[in-house]
């Protein structure tokens, strides 16, 4: 655990998701859902506060848009994180 | 674990504090949307809701004085700025 800190060259995974506080964030979360937002923070858990938030749900009616302003999101149901990543049209 | 900076979490503290007796959006997993005034949160994100509207598919579908939700049903709870 302390050599994994210690050592410089290797970067802990959240600390990766650390260098994206402040910058724009793609969230693939589980069940066809995907959030697109400013990452203001985030805790152990995975759970993120995120700002001017855009939700894609796919529906069998095609995608839905949610706009939101300022969203705390349960870390619970994340798969995966874009840095930077916006969400291709399509 | 206790590794991780206090900086981290602040955005999400000043959050909860922030949005503390605040008209909120919840949404669950499921994809119902539950809006109304947050009275009280915990950190399993269980929620006390006051005046709560439920949404199934954007239409109102109920009405409760006091709600409450727990927190493994919890997508994310979004700040709301009027009724829409």
Avoid: W
């Avoid at chain 2, 000043?14 to 005034?37: A, E, T």
């Amino acid at each position: 655990m302390t050599s994994v800190t210690t050592n410089p060259s290797t970067l802990l995974p959240l600390e990766l998701v650390d260098k994206c506080i402040g910058s724009r964030i793609h969230i693939i979360m589980k069940n066809d859902k995907e959030i697109v937002g400013t990452l203001l923070g985030f805790d152990d858990f995975v759970n993120m506060r995120l700002e001017d938030v855009t939700e894609y749900e796919a529906t069998p009616e095609g995608r839905r848009i949610t706009k939101l302003d300022n969203i705390l999101l349960n870390g619970n149901n994340i798969t995966m994180l874009v840095p930077g990543g916006e969400m291709p049209d399509a | 674990m206790s590794t991780a900076p206090p900086s981290r979490k602040e955005a999400l503290t000043s959050f909860i504090q922030q949005i503390h007796g605040r008209p909120v959006v919840v949404k669950l997993n499921s994809g119902v949307d539950y809006r109304g005034v947050l009275a009280c949160l915990d950190g399993y994100m269980n929620i006390a809701l006051e005046q709560t509207e439920e949404y199934v598919n954007g239409q109102l579908k109920n009405k409760y004085g006091d709600a409450f939700i727990r927190g493994n049903n919890v997508l994310y709870i979004s700040t709301q700025k009027r009724k829409v």
